[in-house]
């Protein structure tokens, strides 16, 4: 545990950092980790992965060349993903049995999804096809939709 | 749990049935055990035997609830439509599967496969939902035979290669100037790369129709856009925003060169100095000069022999890379004109 440096006595006879503290930092990684319950909790195998597993036990859920070494774009890549991602979320509301996967090959959007049986297929049509005519509008480029729907989400392991 | 009841029942309807219904309806029923069989229970996609695991759980437990409350919910709701794969066919063209590229897509491709780290006593998740599947690339629109068939389609747009250029030489001999540009292939919204710009053009010095002045000329002006050793000139434009511009200026400085090769200005006659040649010759130095002089000191003796020798040996060094055998002739050639020995290698 690291000591301040200036004892707190210091600052308590000091009217201007009355309100300062001084504790030692909690260095705790919270980010994309699902907290471990007594496992009731029902998680799938994108969520059961924490981040440092990606690229050796799970994949990655963009895929395009702007990762890659000495290429360009990588920061608008990720500001649209993640437009792309807050939109499907809104408009097939709860659908999303896992992450939305991302792909991009040449100037092609391609979302993939496996969905959950939430909504009637009629609407699930009519809602692909609004998806794809606005997003590429808004991107200027093709974007494609591929859905597959399943029962229940995917479960991994309980946690 | 849920797995064996359903076997169970479909074996009684089964036995029930045979007499009654169709074969048809009994090969559905058929098909729907195996696809449970097969992908075993949703309750967890990695453990190979979850009806057992179910059992094992407290029924009291916060775990054994949640996961007789899915189950029970599963078992509400109606069965999905039996998938793509128990209805193809085994001769079937499965390139009208996969026509292009496509995610996996786990209805329609026909094996068993798994992916993924399995959990504690486990197995790799089955493909039913499984996001890392999807996620990775795959080749299965990119089948020998899909390939063979895009062959043949694209066989219709092919011409026929010219007769006369079989060869590298032939191809360089007919078509001396040589263009270099790249494309790019990324995933951006716009197809147009910055780096597509760049144009290159080479051509071989030998191919144009120069005089040795003109030659010459072009050397001093391109500078290090010649390469000595190839005998090529590259002649690279990166200035304007696109490619066909920067084709247009290269091509554009290379007759400028062309042209400005062949002018003599008139300060290019007289105030040309030795280090301006592009190699050394005896005649356009002062040596000679200097060689008249030696001969006359030494009373007009015959030395043309020895002068011969200073001539090419001197030359040779000048003209050439400097190796210890040029500069040892070149040292031989001096003593011999001077008529002194050799001196003894020191020991």
């Known amino acids: 545990m690291r000591k301040p440096v200036v004892s707190s006595r210091v600052f308590q006879s000091l ?28 998680v799938t195998y994108e969520k059961a992965n924490f981040p440092f597993q990606i690229g050796v036990r799970k994949s990655w859920n963009s895929h395009h060349t702007g990762n890659l070494e000495d290429e360009d774009g990588a920061a608008e890549r990720t500001l649209e993903d993640f437009f792309i991602r807050k939109f499907i979320d809104g408009t097939l509301h709860q659908c999303l049995a896992t992450d939305l996967i991302i792909k991009r090959r040449a100037n092609r959007i391609f979302l993939v999804a496996i969905m959950l049986r939430r909504l009637p297929p009629q609407k ?5 096809g609004y998806t794809e005519e606005l997003l590429s509008h808004w991107f200027k480029c093709p974007v494609k939709m591929e859905v597959q729907i399943v029962d229940e989400k995917p479960i991994y392991k309980w946690l | 749990m849920m797995c064996c009841r359903m076997a169970a029942s479909q074996r009684k309807l ?3 049935s045979l007499s009654f219904w169709s074969y048809s309806h009994l090969r559905y029923q058929l098909t ?16 190979p035997d979850v009806d057992s695991e179910i059992e094992k759980v407290s029924v009291h437990s916060l775990r054994g609830k949640a996961m007789r409350a899915m189950q029970d919910r599963l078992r509400k709701r109606h069965p999905m439509p039996s998938s793509r794969e128990n209805r193809m066919a085994e001769d079937q063209d499965w390139t009208n599967v996969y026509p292009t590229a496509a995610s996996f897509k786990w209805s329609a491709v026909p094996l068993s496969v798994r992916m993924g780290y399995p959990v504690n006593r486990g197995i790799p998740p089955h493909k039913l939902g499984n996001a890392e599947l999807l996620k990775i690339p795959n080749f299965l629109h990119l089948t020998p035979l899909a390939i063979k068939k895009h062959c043949a389609a694209l066989k219709g747009f092919c ?11 032939l191809c360089d001999e007919h078509f001396p100037v040589a263009i270099e540009t790249s494309d790019y292939v990324f995933s951006s919204p716009s197809l147009r790369c910055p780096k597509a710009r760049l144009v290159q053009v080479k051509l071989k010095l030998s191919k144009l129709p120069l005089d040795k002045h003109a030659r010459w000329k072009l050397i001093q002006l391109v500078g290090d856009l010649y ?9 690279s434009a990166d200035r304007c925003p696109v490619k066909q511009q920067n084709l247009d200026y290269a091509m554009y400085l290379l007759s400028v060169l062309f042209h400005e090769a062949h002018i003599t200005e008139p300060w290019e006659e007289t105030e040309q100095t030795e280090e301006d040649m592009e190699e050394y010759t005896w005649e356009s130095g002062k040596r000679e000069e200097n060689l008249m002089r030696i001969k006359r000191r030494m009373h007009n003796k015959e030395i043309s022999s020895a002068e011969e020798e200073l001539k090419t040996a001197y030359t040779q060094v000048c003209n050439n890379k400097e190796t210890s055998e040029s500069i040892g002739s070149y040292k031989r050639a001096v003593l011999n004109l001077f008529g002194l020995k050799e001196p003894a290698p020191e020991t």
């Open chain 2, 159 to 169: 011409t026929k290669w010219p007769d006369g250029l079989n060869t590298d030489e």
């Open chain 2, 227 to 235: 390469n000595k050793e190839t005998d090529e000139l590259c002649i």
């Open chain 1, 124 to 128: 699930f049509y009519f809602l692909i």
């Open chain 1, 15 to 42: 009217p201007c950092l009355h309100s300062f503290h001084t504790s030692s930092n909690l260095e705790k990684v919270v980010a994309g980790r699902v907290k471990v319950s007594k496992g009731e909790k029902p």
């Open chain 2, 14 to 16: 089964q036995q029930f």
């Open chain 2, 32 to 47: 729907k055990k195996q696809v449970c069989r097969h992908h075993g229970s949703l309750v967890s996609t990695s453990l």
